[in-house]
């Protein structure tokens, strides 16, 4: 499984948008890249997922470079309410039943 | 909107002592998982399960934990005899990969938070 590396934290201002960029150097094929969102005492909750390119949903945008080493989640005009812990997650999800890996995660603070 | 709910949403047990936790997870959904997170610490996978068998486990998952789908809408997790440092946040998710689902993502539960005394 890809080694992912992302901030520790972060802190932001509410109606900014926040760029947090997750490392993979190591991804292989036939990974994707997922990142999810973790509020204190809840399980975690996906946000997007992408292969390549650019993914854009009601919540965020995934940008993924050509060589897909690096990816990078953009929250626009964030609010108090995200501040959560965010988590990029490499693996090859379609074949189901995989060892979902965890990292750290980026801590971001959002103030008013 | 379908959820992945979880019982008790709070358990309490001595060293020592059994406990099943409970989830079910949604209707359509094929595989399930087991995670746990210990209080301030990183989300943590123990197992995954299809077809009624264990596709992966984690180190984590050794003797003392055991799953289960004792029939077609709850999924179950054992620990035989747990100890202090099983205390901690315990997450079911699941996942629809049915053919033409163009997203993998994992529907995760409320949480049971297990406290070992």
């Known amino acids: 499984l890809a080694k992912t590396t992302q901030p520790i934290s972060m802190d932001s201002y509410e109606g900014q948008e926040v760029n947090i960029t997750c490392s993979h150097n190591n991804i292989a094929t036939n990974d994707y890249i997922t990142w999810y969102q973790q509020f204190p005492s809840q399980g975690p909750r996906f946000i997007i997922q992408g292969y390549k390119t650019k993914v854009t949903n009601e919540v965020a945008s995934l940008f993924i470079p050509a060589d897909r080493k690096s990816s990078t989640l953009s929250l626009p005009r964030v609010s108090l309410s995200d501040t959560a812990v965010y988590y990029c997650?490499?693996?090859?999800?379609?074949?189901?039943?995989?060892?979902?890996?965890f990292g750290a995660g980026t801590r971001l603070f959002v103030k008013a | 909107e379908p959820e992945v709910t979880q019982t008790p949403s709070h358990q309490v047990t001595q060293m020592g002592q059994e406990v099943i936790l409970r989830c079910v997870p949604i209707?359509?959904?094929?595989?399930f998982y087991w995670y746990r997170q210990i209080l301030g610490q990183k989300v943590e996978f123990l197992v995954s399960?299809?077809?009624?068998?264990?596709?992966?486990k984690s180190e984590i998952f050794d003797d003392q934990f055991s799953v289960e789908r004792p029939d077609g809408s709850n999924f179950t997790l054992k620990i035989r005899s747990t100890k202090l440092e099983d205390s901690a946040m315990y997450f079911c998710?699941?996942?629809?990969?049915?053919?033409?689902?163009?997203?993998?993502?994992?529907?995760f539960g409320p949480g049971t938070r297990l406290t070992v005394t």
């Open positions: 998710a699941s996942t629809d990969v049915s053919y033409g689902t163009s997203v993998r993502e994992q529907y």
């Open positions: 209707s359509n959904h094929l595989y």
């Open positions: 399960f299809y077809n009624n068998e264990i596709s992966e």
């Open positions: 997650l490499v693996g090859d999800f379609y074949t189901g039943g995989f060892k979902t890996i």
